[in-house]
């Protein structure tokens, strides 16, 4: 027999410990050995019966232990709650004949993480060991998966029972698939989904924000098609989250820099080119959310990120002057040249305000005020004026401290 699985034995033992059998002598050894069958692993069934019967305080008994080099066994002979993980995971079984089944071939695709996720939800929801294969928590597990098969499978499923008809699963969980299935990338569950009627406006978009968080670009692209999806819930929080993940190609298609149609389209700042596939993303406040993501942009720690964010930021013509000084003046404080010589540098920035002034009066580094006093406009004059800072210095006290500063550059 060959198996084949990304999981460690390990894992899957651990999975297989936790769920509970019938504690009948003959029931528990033909589970043993069945599962040794389906893990390849004969010395399974031993380290399976021992477990169970420690927990009883029996000893195994050999006549019993010899049962277990067989290597048949019949599909009606596992507990129900095996049959419903093994299937929710996405085991292919072929029919034999009309009475016996037997486990050929095993695709499983989860990862180990996932595998580890999936003890989690053993230990924290006790309520799995009496699911049935028409339970709505399956149904949610697969799409999580991403199990195509056995989604496909479950949806033709109600309490078990194969159906020529959909089950009838409530529209939430329908909902729950969608967002779970969006968050861990499966492109082609999260189409299945939206076709057979799951709505990504539930939860305020958490579909989109999910797959906005983890970088999934095409499903962003799917969930956009769909008029109910709306960008703008919960203020914005897709592009937010996409933001400060480091997704800038979904960001952009979220500002609706980018078209559906082409991913590879050149981006456009200009307002009136944006008007269609802004009203198709419904981003409704852009400067306010553009400001958000400007303040949480210029507090990160990386570097190229940093960059990358204010390129992308400074480029949209919807970002407004009150963007920019906050920005800056956080560069400012953080004592960042890069980040302050790329805001000062923007034509929104025609003079700066006296906030401005007052956060470097209060800052003595001077690489900082070297930046602002090397930035020109239009015309080629300075936009930082000492005349300006020195008399917002006075009216605040720090006038020596700039001077200091100020003395330890060469203008």
Known sequence: MTTTSTLPTEIWEQILMRLPIDAYLYQLCRVSRQMSVILGDI????????????????????????????KTFTL???????????????????????????????????SPETARNLLDSIENNPEIHTLKLGDPILLIWTCEAGQEQAFSRLMLLDNGKNLSRKPKYTQAT???????????????????LLEAGADPSWEENSALRNAALNGHEDIVRLLLTDARTDASDKESAAFIAAMDAGHFGIARLLLGQESDESASAPASSDPESLAQTQSRTKFAHPSAQLNQ???????????????ESLKLLLGDARLDLDGCVEGLAICIRYEDP?????????????????????????????????????????????KFSLDVLMRVAESMGRQKTVQDTLASLTI
């Open 43 to 70: 010395r399974f069934a031993n380290r399976h019966l021992n477990h169970f019967l420690a927990r009883k305080g029996v000893d195994v008994p050999a006549l019993w232990v010899t049962m277990l080099d067989r």
């Open 76 to 110: 009606p002979a596992l507990p129900f709650s095996y049959k419903a993980l093994f299937f929710s995971l996405g085991m292919q079984v072929r029919k034999r004949d009309k009475l016996r089944l037997r486990f050929n071939r095993f695709a499983f695709s989860f």
């Open 174 to 192: 329908m909902d729950e698939c969608l967002s779970g299935a969006a968050e861990f990338g499966h492109l082609r569950i999260v189409s299945m």
């Open 293 to 307: 993501a400007m303040l949480n942009a210029v507090r990160t720690s990386v570097p190229e990120r940093k960059r």
């Open 338 to 382: 890069e980040g302050v010589r790329m805001i000062a540098s923007d034509a929104r920035l025609v003079e700066f305000p006296r906030k401005v002034y007052e956060v470097v009066c209060r800052n003595r580094d001077a690489a900082v005020l070297m930046e602002l006093l090397e930035v020109q406009d239009a015309d080629g004059k300075r």
